[in-house]
């Protein structure tokens, strides 16, 4: 099950990041923000993160993929929170 609580906090959390990592010009910042969005992965709702997901077990983990990764997790989450 995943309670709103979850999402609300996945998408605040996620957007912030993202945010910061979109305007960044910094290459250790960039990567401090994967680190930290990877480590949530691991502790979020197994629930919300399999949907998310997809089905693939590296998102939100691949740094090529990173950029598109978040950014999908975010309009994934808009979706969930405000419609």
Known sequence: MIARYDIETAYT???QK???YDH???QWQRDDIEVAIAD???????D???LLAGGRQDFLR???RFSDDITQAVEQLE????D
Request: one cysteine or more; hydrophobic letters at 40%; aromatic letters at 20%.
């Open 48 to 50: 919300l993160y399999q």
């Open 40 to 46: 949530y992965v691991d502790v979020m709702n197994p």
């Open 62 to 64: 691949d740094h090529s």
């Open 18 to 20: 993202k945010r910061v």
């Open 24 to 26: 960044s010009t910094l």
């Open 79 to 82: 979706r969930l929170c405000f």
């Open 13 to 15: 959390f996620f957007h």
